[in-house]
């Protein structure tokens, strides 16, 4: 292989971010992509005769590097916010919820906007209320699960914020670390040993932020203080972007890099999953490679529907529902793209995108062949809707791997494996979602930084 200044492997946006910063600060860059495409896992894909996000379809808008990025790209005028009156609803025993005002990812915020969504019993809103009251949490505690479980009790933590935490993270929250699978929780932390206290202040200080973040966008948007953004065009319009202005570096596509040989001195970026990077550096260092398969991966799959509009009730003007673990359906969410993003809206259809698989149980969706998962998903979302026709287009999309766990422990992990990177083979170094943040945000930062 020929050699540049520093060689990327990987072309998902880790990887094509961590390229575009070094072929800014003028370096050769060679980037080395294993598959046919761009992106890893942000992707589009036709259902029926519409580009749909095949991945994720939004990214939060509050993190300044990636809005920094869009407009390096020249991608700001395409930005563009979920418009659906209802931000989600969750299910619970066969109903639908509003998920709670002044709530942050799940957290509760507000005893009585708890109160107000029906969603839980009185015992679990006066929960809410007295949680400023109890003492900080003891040091044992290592999970989000144990640590809400012990500040709200069970109904708040099963039916709030595992289904969003969770969901988010392909996992569940009594798995997920406490100090690392969210970094909302640190920041609330460090103001408050009162999760609803922290998470108030977190908030405040977020709509203080919004309006410096929001420079330079349209007015629309602006009005709206959004948390979350998309392109007007879907989200692989970052990726094209991105490759269009690497036009400087040696694109590689069906070419994985082979294990990196211990004599090589060249500077390397790694931003594969944390799996394929124990690959590449199993003979040149065996230890970072050991360590890397200690973090694991949750699979998930995404059946995405379209339907006549007029065969499905009722029309739900929401981004989404999310179906709690607790109620042990196979759906664990579904996207109402349609209604979340006016790129998707059409006057005679509607598109749904059900999502299924988490830490765990993942392994029970992998044993069903696509009609299969396609008949049970649909079952379990006609447990809330109505849907008199077949639908129109069907596409399954499955993840294998996809989502890196942030189990206790996983900080020393990361920082065990940077450090013997930096004694043995200080010429690499990794980026990607398996590391400090699994949201495209925290991957173009990680790219950044490992630039
Ligand atoms: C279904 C789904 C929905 C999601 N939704 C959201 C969302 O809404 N918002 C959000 O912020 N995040 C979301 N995420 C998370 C986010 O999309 C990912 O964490 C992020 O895109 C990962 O980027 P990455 O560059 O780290 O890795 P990847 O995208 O996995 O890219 C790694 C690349 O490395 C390549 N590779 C592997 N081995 C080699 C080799 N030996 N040589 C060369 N190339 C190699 C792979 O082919 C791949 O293309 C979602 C993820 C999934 C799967």
Known sequence: MAHSDVTVIGGGIAGLAAALALQDAGRDVSIYEASSRWGGKIKS???GDTMVDAGPDSFLARAQPTIDLCERLGLTSQLTTPVAKVPAYIYREGKLYELPKKTLVGFPVDADAVAASGLVSDQAVAMVRNEPTLPAHENSVET??????????DEITDYLIDPLVGGINASNVDTLCLHSALPLLQESLR??????????????????????????????ARKRKPTFYSFSTGIASFIEALVTELHKSKMHLETPHEPIHPRDSNRYVIATPAYGAAELLKSTN??????LTQIRYAS?????????????????????IV????????????????SKWNHYATDDSILLRLTTGRYGNDSHTAALSNDELTTTLLKDIQQVLTIHADPTAVRVQRWPRSFPQYEPGHNKLVAEIRQSLQHKTPNITLAGAAYDGIGIPACVHSGIEAA
Request: hydrophobic share 35%; net charge positive.
């Open 45 to 47: 894909s036709l259902v």
């Open 144 to 153: 989000i699960g144990g640590y809400c479980r012990q500040r709200f009790g």
């Open 191 to 220: 103001h408050s040993h009162s999760l609803v206290f922290g998470m108030r202040q977190v908030l405040e200080k977020r709509r203080k932020e919004s309006s410096s973040i929001l420079g330079g966008l349209d007015t629309d």
């Open 286 to 291: 065996p230890k970072a490679s050991e360590l």
């Open 300 to 320: 998930v799959a995404q059946v995405t529907l379209a339907f006549p509009k007029k065969s499905v009730t009722p029309l739900l003007d929401t981004s989404g």
């Open 323 to 338: 179906f709690p673990r607790a109620d042990n359906m196979l759906l664990s969410a579904c996207t109402w793209l349609s």
